[in-house]
């Protein structure tokens, strides 16, 4: 049987690159089977080596709001390729960034472009130390902040003890100041907070969470969260990498009404090229180098390539307000229909949506934390994308990841994929 172009390419790929792919999600670790190598997308659309066309419902992971090469973005970075793609000296096109990031996200007083959500956040953390004086932060478990050391870990002997290590080559010594909680636990954090009273430098938190799979707060979690940070002088900060600029304008913290101390960027802002982004108070900002002591650099941050594509997705938010109406219709339609195919085989699976974030979880309880998000049959996960792949439907290759809906996806397209969700799951379940 000839093998396919994908299947060529990711056997010779895994002689030279750990795995076979340049990050690990990719490699279809969980779902089983061979990861599917793109060589174009268009719109909804991506169309891998061998000719294979499908509906896409990852967009990269969440940078692609528009769908994949936008005419708009397009046309950007061609017009900024004439001028040069990085100087490494300041240009007018980050200035233009930082007022903008800065417009549309009022929490936001002053910003930092870097190259990744994981620099961004990062460095963040460093700056709330800096700014605290204070050493250790919490984090939740099963929120992903990007592969910084001091985030790869996972709870010690009980949620609330010190966190150990998640990989080898993290320190005992980096994981030392990472305390764990519980999403949507408030209690725990409260003990946290009681027990390192003065300790802790920050909380950071995915205000949706997407990589559980898409998780969503309480509102008591999110106020409380808020009121024990301004009562302990912690730093909060949202890492909005994933929702920032995809639930609204103004990111999560405008549809819950939170005002974060500050606030982490990816994805969405680089229109998809490589750009990061922390920001928020002024006076824990002007810490950062050069203003401050807190160091942190970058040799292509704010590059003026990234900048024009990331200032095209932005521009296009502030001047097309409507499309986060669209993207709920779409992405509610798609949840609607999800339902249906399950309840077609007797299921009431989980499905939580928030905007054009949404996530069908194998499940029939409720997932409000990483606890009842494991709840989830990750081999029927698998079966479900494999069916759907093979139907020409692109899901995320793993359970607790966020599907992404685009404003170039259609009612048509939608429909497509619920009408072969229920074919899959009458053969699956
Ligand atoms: P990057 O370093 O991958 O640009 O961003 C890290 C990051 C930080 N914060 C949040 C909330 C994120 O979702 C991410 C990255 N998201 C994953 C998807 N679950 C990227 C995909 C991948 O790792 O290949």
Same mark, same amino acid.
């Given at each position: 049987m000839q093998i396919s172009t994908s299947q060529q390419l990711f056997e010779k790929a895994q002689t030279l690159i750990p795995g076979g792919v340049n990050s690990p999600v990719r490699a279809f670790k969980s779902v089983g089977g061979t990861p599917v190598f793109f060589a174009s997308g268009s719109g909804s659309r991506v169309t891998d080596v061998d000719g294979n066309s499908y509906l896409d419902y990852i967009g990269s992971w969440g940078p692609h709001l528009f769908g994949h090469n936008p005419q708009f973005i397009k046309s950007a970075i061609l017009a900024q390729l004439e001028k040069g793609v990085s100087f490494g000296a300041p240009c007018g096109l980050e200035v233009e960034m930082a007022e903008l990031i800065t417009s549309l996200v009022p929490s936001v007083e002053m910003v930092r472009m870097v190259n990744s959500g994981t620099e961004a956040t990062m460095s963040a953390v460093r700056a709330a130390r800096g700014f605290t004086g204070r050493d250790k932060f919490i984090k939740f478990e099963g929120c992903y902040h990007g592969h910084g050391d001091y985030f790869l870990i996972k709870a010690g002997s009980g949620a609330l003890t010190l966190g150990v290590p998640t990989s080898p080559g993290v320190t005992k010594g980096n994981a030392a100041d990472t305390l764990l909680a519980t999403y949507n636990n408030l209690a725990e954090v409260q003990e946290l907070a009681e027990k390192y009273k003065g300790e802790i430098a920050?909380?950071?938190?995915? @205000? %949706?969470?997407?990589?559980?799979?898409?998780?969503?707060?309480?509102?008591?979690?999110?106020? $409380? =969260?808020?009121? /024990?940070?301004?009562?302990?002088?912690?730093?909060?900060?949202?890492?909005?990498?994933?929702?920032?600029?995809?639930?609204?304008?103004?990111?999560?913290?405008?549809?819950?009404?939170?005002?974060?101390?500050?606030?982490?960027?990816?994805?969405?802002?680089?229109?998809?090229?490589?750009?990061?982004a922390y920001g928020g108070k002024k006076e824990i900002m002007m810490k950062v180098a050069p203003?401050? @002591? %807190?160091?942190?650099?970058?040799?292509?941050?704010?590059?003026?390539?990234?900048?024009?594509? $990331? =200032?095209?997705? /932005?521009?296009?938010?502030?001047?097309?307000?409507?499309?986060?109406?669209?993207?709920?219709?779409?992405?509610?339609?798609?949840?609607?229909?999800?339902?249906?195919?399950?309840?077609?085989?007797?299921?009431?699976y989980t499905i939580n949506r928030i905007g054009s974030m949404i996530s069908m979880f194998f499940s029939e309880q409720p997932v409000t934390d990483f606890a009842s998000a494991v709840t989830s049959d990750t081999a029927l996960y698998g079966k479900f994308f494999h069916g759907m792949l093979d139907e020409g439907h692109y899901l995320p290759p793993a359970q607790f990841e966020a599907w992404f809906v685009s404003t170039a996806h259609t009612e048509a397209n939608i429909d497509e994929t619920i009408a072969a969700a229920k074919r899959v799951m009458q053969k699956i379940v």
């Open positions: 920050a909380i950071i938190i995915e @205000p %949706v969470v997407g990589n559980m799979g898409t998780v969503l707060p309480t509102k008591e979690f999110m106020n $409380g =969260l808020r009121q /024990l940070c301004t009562k302990e002088g912690i730093v909060l900060i949202f890492d909005e990498v994933m929702t920032g600029f995809r639930l609204a304008k103004g990111g999560a913290q405008e549809v819950f009404g939170i005002t974060p101390d500050m606030s982490v960027f990816g994805k969405i802002i680089g229109g998809g090229l490589p750009v990061g203003a401050g @002591p %807190v160091y942190q650099a970058g040799t292509l941050s704010g590059n003026p390539l990234a900048m024009a594509a $990331g =200032l095209a997705a /932005l521009r296009y938010i502030q001047q097309n307000p409507a499309i986060y109406t669209r993207l709920e219709e779409l992405t509610a339609r798609l949840q609607h229909g999800l339902a249906a195919a399950a309840q077609s085989v007797g299921k009431n």
